[in-house]
């Protein structure tokens, strides 16, 4: 699933969704996702919860921005991808000089 990077700022095109197309790019994450859940409750559509109406604009405008923004990882993550870890060195003995220790 994709998932933008960071909310603090507003992504290539702002934050919207395909339910409040008049309100794409003027708003922060947070009220647009209030704004979407009062638009659901009040047409009695599914999702209508503020969080869950969080999660649905966070997907739109991450899978729009993989979609149309030459560098996309700037802004997003994929979570489904595989995580990689770097493996430490086996370090044996002394941390400061190597010599084996008893």
Do not use: Q
């Not at 909310?7 to 934050?15: E, K, W």
């Not at 996309?72 to 060195?89: F, G, M, N, Q, R």
């Amino acid at each position: 699933m994709l998932r933008l990077k960071s909310y603090a700022n507003h992504p290539p095109g702002g934050f919207g969704h395909p339910e409040l197309p008049t309100l794409n790019g003027t708003l922060d994450i947070v009220e647009l996702s209030r704004r979407l859940s009062d638009f659901r409750k009040g047409n009695s559509l599914p999702r209508s919860g503020v969080e869950e109406c969080f999660r649905d604009i966070d997907t739109h405008v991450a899978n729009r921005i993989r979609g149309t923004v030459r560098r996309w990882k700037d802004w997003v993550i994929d979570t489904d991808e595989a995580a990689y870890v770097a493996a430490l060195p086996k370090v044996g003995g002394c941390s400061g000089c190597g010599a084996k220790v008893k």
